[in-house]
Structures are given as C-alpha cells and as structure tokens.
C-alpha cells in the first residue's frame, strides 16, 4: 500500500462507463497525461476532489432495446373440405383447440391441437399418430371411456359421435378428411381472403398469426451474442412492469449493413399489453459485488489499477485492486481491506 497525506487534489482520470477494453487503451492515455502534468516547472490548477462510497451490489452487461409488440407469424390453415363457405368468425378472433374455424355446407371444420396434419379419414381400426392425436385432444376436452393410443377403437369412435352431437355435426363416430385441422396451438383469425356463399377447397378461407403475441426488435449484427436462440430476456412495459421472456428467433440480415430482427416470446400474455416495449438483454451477470465508479480508480505502475482509500482526517492510501465486471459505470473491485462503505476519491464534478 502506499500511504498519502491529507487527501488533495489530483487525478488521472479514466473516463466514465468504458468498457474493460476501453478502460486498457486509455490507461496508457492516463498515465502521459500524469506524467506531462508533473514535469519539472509545469504547474496547473487541480480541481476539488470528492468522493465516493464502495457498495455492495449486482452489476449487468446488457444492452436494451425498443421493439414492437405484435402476433407470431403462422402458416395458413391446411384446411381440405370443399363446398360452399357458409360461415366465418369475426377478424380478430382468437381460436384455440375446440373452436369451429369456420363452416362449409354448414358442417364445422374444428381446430384441434397436433403435429401431424390430418391426410385422412379416421375410422374404426386404423392406426397411427393422427388417430393419438385425435383422442388426446378429446381427451383434454373432457371426453372418457377409451385410450389416448394409436388405435381407433370402438370406444373412440362412441366419444367422437358424443363430442360430434355437442358440436353440431353428424353423428358417425367417424372423421372424415377435412372435418377436423391439427395446428401448433392457437391461432388468430386475419383477414378474410373467401367471402361466404363463395365455393372453397384446400387452404384456408382467411389469414392467420398465432394467437400468442411477441416483441420483436432490430440490433446491430455487433449485439448478436446477447440473444442465442433460447436465452433469456427481460420485457419492459411502459408502466414499469417487468416480464420474463425467452429468445425465439433470430434472423441475420442478409446485407452487410442490415440489422439483426429479433422475437421474444412471453409466457405471461395476458400483462402483455400495448404495442410497444422494450427488452433488455444481459451478456453476464455479477451478483453481491463491491463495486466503484469506474472514475475512481487510478492507475499504478506495471498497468495496474487501484483506488485512494480515504480514511480520517483525509488521509489517503492507495490500495492496489483487481478488477472484475464493467457495467453501468461502475466496475468490480477486489482489494485489501475493501468493504461496502469504504471511501474512496473520485474526480471532481
């Protein structure tokens, strides 16, 4: 340690909120600065020192970001039942598994949940991944009396023809092809693209998003290792409320100056309100840190750092540190004696 006398009014100071590797190409900036100020026969007017307080805290490298909040892109209905369109729900209507998506001769095209779309009529006796599909979401309907399996049973067939009479179509026990739309999940009724009395066949008889809303924002190409696919995000709302969310997507530009688009989802959707927010992403994390203005430290020889401990009576002794985490002007400090409330000099104003 080096010991000083009553605390004075010096610095070479290192500028605020600079990075680690800021921080070291100034250093030596820093040092020719002290050096040339103290040459033999150079005086000049130093500012009024002051102080700071060493803390305990949690210091965040992260970057935060303006987006929109908007509905999840989705692939069109497959639907496959030809016919007249004789009913539509409103646009804006969210669907989910259960819900009639629309209305063909006036017989229902239901939307069920499920990864393999329907290719099939479903009957007693077949087998496979459409037919579990099926009977899972009877299942969640409420619907007993058989096994979510792969086999179409009779007892699937005699809980079709019960969940067929609640829904208004034909009782048959059976599942002809189109009858029936397996998706992701649900989905948000778009634009009408067939008008009602007009004939319809394979597609989807509107457009359509998911019925899930996210927020999607632009960065820089350099921001890109702050949002790996699956990583976390926080959503800022306008009222201050903070949400969790989850790194969907992201698609690189395809110019050299182009930005990066990226989506975030949110499992809470119902505080997910409005039509913008921010999100903030977090490149590390250092919790229950001692940290001080990066503006406190100075720099000794050999390019290492340290701080001006100020004790009674203004006395100073300068205690060499190790540092950790730069962030948000502050930066990690570990050094002798060091504790949360230890004061320190920093530059004046």
Known sequence: MIVRGPLRSRRWVLAGGLGAAGLLAAAG??????RDRNRPGRLEPAPVAATARVE?????????FPGVIRYTEAPPLPGRLAGTLTWLPPEGTVLRPGDVAYRVDDVPVVLLTGATPAFRALVPGLSGPDVRQLEENLARF???????????????????????QR???????????????FTAGDVRVGRHTVRLGEQIGAGSPYEVTAGTRSVSFGMEPRYQRLAPVGGPATVLLSGGRQLGGTVAAVVRPTEADGRTTVTVTVPDQAALDGDEADVRLVAQERRDVLAVPVVALVVLDGGRYGVEVVGDGGAVTVVPVETGLFADGKVEIRGAGLAAGTVVSVPAG
């Open 29 to 34: 900036t820093a040092a020719a600065e002290y």
């Open 56 to 64: 305990r805290t949690t210091l965040t490298e992260g970057q935060v």
């Open 142 to 164: 409420g619907y007993t009396g058989f096994t979510a399996d792969r086999a179409y049973t009779a007892n699937t067939a005699a809980a079709v023809s019960r969940w067929q």
């Open 167 to 181: 829904i208004g179509a034909p009782r048959t026990g059976t599942v002809p092809l189109g009858h029936v739309i």
